[in-house]
């Protein structure tokens, strides 16, 4: 497949300059695929980490309620749920790695204490605060990275089509347009030598 344009020599010098930067483009272009390629690798490997992590804090700290509920029973650790007074605070911002735009979230927990006395009291109770103070930080850190994934798998996807529509459209198209008006210049410049070269041998009669 190529252009139907004529065999003229500004044809060639503008057909061999588009070919040039669109092979520019594709090395551009393949050398992005590569880098998202790897950073979704890491991103992918950072996220099934902090599900992990994620899912055996919270583990613990469900056990660590069991616990308080044994020891204090479940009426009146409902009751001290209701007297704590923690605050949080969530800040988004956006930062851009090869176009993608990916968010920092930062969460700030804030604490009144004394939320309570500490007279019956168990120290589970405690612990299971502390548990899930620390299960909401993970939580916006699993939430920033899956975002990230989310985007940047998006702009691979977006990446390769590119990448592929240059490597099987467009550059093979610009290649057969450029031989086809080299083949056919050559071929005019041989019968315009060999016409040349029969003028001169009649006019040398």
């Known amino acids: 497949m190529r252009a139907n344009i004529p065999a003229t020599k500004t044809n060639l010098l503008r057909t061999k300059k588009t070919l040039a930067l669109t092979l520019e483009g594709y090395e551009l272009l393949d050398e992005k695929r590569r880098l998202l390629m790897a950073e979704l690798t890491a991103t992918i490997d950072i996220v099934d980490k902090q599900q992990r992590s994620l899912e055996e804090a919270l583990f613990k700290a469900y056990h660590t309620i069991d616990k308080a509920v044994?020891?204090?029973?479940?009426?009146?650790?409902?009751?001290?749920?209701?007297?704590?007074?923690?605050?949080?605070?969530?800040?988004?911002?956006?930062?851009?790695?090869?176009?993608?735009?990916?968010?920092?979230?930062?969460?700030?927990?804030?604490?009144?204490?004394?939320?309570?006395?500490?007279?019956?009291?168990?120290?589970?109770?405690?612990?299971?605060?502390?548990?899930?103070?620390?299960?909401?930080?993970?939580?916006?850190?699993?939430?920033?990275?899956?975002?990230a994934l989310f985007r940047i798998a998006k702009e691979v996807q977006k990446t390769i089509?590119?990448?592929?529509?240059?490597e099987k459209i467009h550059i093979p198209?610009?290649?057969?347009?450029?031989?086809?008006i080299t083949d056919t210049l050559e071929e005019e410049?041989?019968?315009?030598?060999?016409?040349?070269?029969?003028?001169?041998?009649?006019?040398?009669?």
Not at 121 to 139: G, N, P, R, W
Not at 173 to 180: H, M, P
Not at 189 to 205: D, P, V
């Open 161 to 166: 089509r590119k990448v592929n529509a240059l």
């Open 70 to 147: 044994v020891v204090m029973g479940k009426r009146k650790l409902e009751e001290l749920a209701l007297s704590i007074d923690i605050k949080s605070n969530i800040t988004i911002s956006q930062k851009r790695i090869m176009g993608v735009h990916i968010p920092s979230i930062k969460l700030e927990i804030t604490d009144n204490l004394p939320c309570y006395g500490p007279v019956g009291v168990s120290l589970y109770a405690d612990e299971a605060i502390s548990d899930f103070k620390e299960i909401l930080v993970l939580i916006a850190q699993l939430a920033e990275k899956k975002i």
């Open 173 to 180: 198209f610009f290649k057969d347009t450029l031989k086809y």
């Open 189 to 205: 410049s041989r019968e315009s030598f060999s016409m040349l070269k029969l003028i001169k041998e009649r006019l040398g009669r």
